[in-house]
């Protein structure tokens, strides 16, 4: 069979929860948060595929996004947090000769962050990593 190498590029869209966040610092300080959030980075692609046969494709692709970032500003204080993932994707193929395909798979993504909080002079900084689980429907 054939197979191909491929790249894919485009903006993915992320919500940090910037506003609830605002809001617990708020609601744990006592004190008037204003807060700046991005929507959104780069994300990219590569991939290889195999052609099984005719009909059958075997697909697996790694990703990687750019940062998404989040400030907070309250008195004496402020927060930044940034968040970028990445991970793989395996897929097959099934295409018919009228040239009509249907794709299912799965993937693994892994959403790292750092976060720094400064109180008047001082900074602390914390980096972290979690699996976000998908959202239920």
Same mark, same amino acid.
């Given at each position: 069979?054939?197979? &191909?190498? !491929?790249?894919?590029? *485009?903006? %993915?869209? =992320?919500? @940090?929860g910037a506003q609830a966040t605002a809001q617990n610092i708020?609601? #744990?300080?006592?004190? #008037? /948060?204003? +807060?700046?959030?991005? =929507?959104? @980075?780069?994300? !990219?692609?590569? +991939?290889?595929? +195999?052609?099984?046969?005719?009909?059958?494709?075997?697909?697996? *692709? +790694?990703f990687i996004s750019g940062e998404v970032n989040a400030t =907070? @500003?309250?008195?004496?204080?402020?927060?930044?947090?940034? =968040?970028?993932?990445? !991970?793989?994707?395996? $897929?097959? /193929?099934?295409?018919d000769d009228s040239g009509l395909f249907f794709k299912g798979?799965? &993937?693994?993504? @892994? /959403?790292?962050?750092?976060?720094? /909080? #400064?109180?008047?002079? %001082?900074?602390?900084?914390?980096?972290?990593?979690?699996?976000?689980? $998908?959202?239920?429907?």
């Open positions: 069979g054939e197979s &191909h190498i !491929g790249i894919d590029g *485009g903006y %993915g869209f =992320y919500d @940090t708020a609601n #744990t300080s006592g004190s #008037t /948060v204003t +807060y700046t959030s991005d =929507y959104g @980075t780069w994300v !990219g692609r590569i +991939y290889a595929d +195999y052609s099984i046969n005719d009909n059958l494709i075997a697909e697996i *692709g +790694y =907070y @500003t309250l008195s004496g204080a402020s927060a930044e947090e940034a =968040y970028s993932a990445n !991970g793989l994707d395996f $897929a097959g /193929v099934y295409k798979g799965i &993937h693994q993504s @892994t /959403v790292e962050g750092n976060a720094s /909080v #400064t109180i008047g002079d %001082g900074n602390i900084n914390q980096d972290f990593t979690f699996i976000k689980p $998908a959202k239920k429907k």
